[in-house]
């Protein structure tokens, strides 16, 4: 053992004695840790609590809330509806009979005998 | 182990294991203590078993010195994470100055020299000397081989020796 070694070593010796000095008892630090056990069972319970009334809160508040803004948008109306008193058959004239096609006109002269110009 | 005996063990190796901790928490105090709690939580709650592997305290000693990084990271993190001002456990945390005056000032400049070493050297030199291990014993605490361990062993006294003006051998 060097010199040096055994110098370390003295100082570290004192150290040692000035840290024990300081250290809180085995049975202080022990029983404190102890507590927290105690304690970290009632923090889950805590925490699961918390989730289930944030479960329920969102399971029904939340229909009420949609059913209220499907409300807002049947009730809504736009301000352009105004301007469009006209209905539908008077705006784009007489509609077509059912059965009907365009494409009439041109075969009904066909089966008479006249070819289509 | 029995229960009885798991703590009878802890209670006698409690001061060394104390003074270890402080060594990992560069010299704070509280911090000590709250890692001291937490070890004796986590062999409390069974989370930290002792599998006779080792020797108690080897193994003791290791489980503060991973409680003590696993806190300094948590510290760490949430310093980031909350934008404070970097927190006492980081790394590059300097020594706390003690409240107390220091009564003996070979212990301050041995503590602040200390402080300026790698952590691996840091660790290696206060278990051989603090608590009289021998470098194996050193190594199956810091987790490292035993070939480490000698290599930050011989440069961590190389580097003590330059900083307490030591010129002699080492």
């Known amino acids: 053992v060097s010199d040096f070694e055994r110098e370390l070593a003295d100082r570290f010796a004192e150290l040692r004695a000035r840290d024990a000095v300081k250290a809180p008892s085995f049975s202080a630090t022990a029983q404190r840790a102890r507590r927290t056990v ?7 319970v805590f925490a699961a609590a918390a ?3 944030a479960a329920f809160a969102l399971c029904f508040a939340r229909p009420a809330k949609t059913l ?10 736009p301000a352009s509806d105004a301007l469009l008193p006209a209905t539908l058959p008077s705006a784009f004239g007489t509609p077509e009979p059912l059965n009907a096609s365009v494409l009439d006109a041109l075969i009904y002269p066909a089966q008479s005998g006249e070819l289509p110009r | 182990m029995t229960d009885v005996e798991l703590r009878a063990q802890l209670e006698r190796e409690h001061p060394e294991a104390f003074g ?3 060594a990992c928490c560069r010299g704070q105090r509280d911090d000590a203590e709250e890692v001291m709690q937490s070890v004796y939580l986590s062999v409390l709650d069974g989370s930290a078993r002792f599998d006779e592997r080792s020797s108690f305290r080897t193994w003791l000693f290791g489980v503060v010195r991973l409680t003590a990084a696993s ?5 760490w993190v949430r310093s980031l ?8 456990l980081t790394p590059d945390a300097p020594v706390a100055a003690d409240a107390h005056a220091e009564s003996s000032s070979r212990a301050v400049q041995l503590r602040a020299a200390l402080a300026r070493l790698a952590a691996r050297q840091r660790e290696v030199l206060q278990l051989v000397f603090y608590h009289e291990m021998t470098v194996e014993e050193a190594a199956g605490v810091m987790g490292v081989s035993v070939g480490s361990a000698r290599t930050h062993y011989a440069r961590g006294k190389a580097r003590m020796a330059a900083l307490l003006g030591h010129g002699g051998d080492l």
Request: aromatic fraction near 6%.
């Open chain 2, 81 to 88: 994470l909350l934008d404070r001002k970097a927190h006492r």
């Open chain 1, 38 to 44: 105690r304690v970290r069972p009632m923090r889950a």
């Open chain 2, 71 to 75: 806190k300094r990271r948590t510290a």
């Open chain 1, 68 to 77: 209220m803004s499907t409300d807002a948008i049947v009730a809504w109306r």
């Open chain 2, 20 to 22: 270890w901790a402080l």
């Open chain 1, 51 to 53: 989730v289930g009334v």
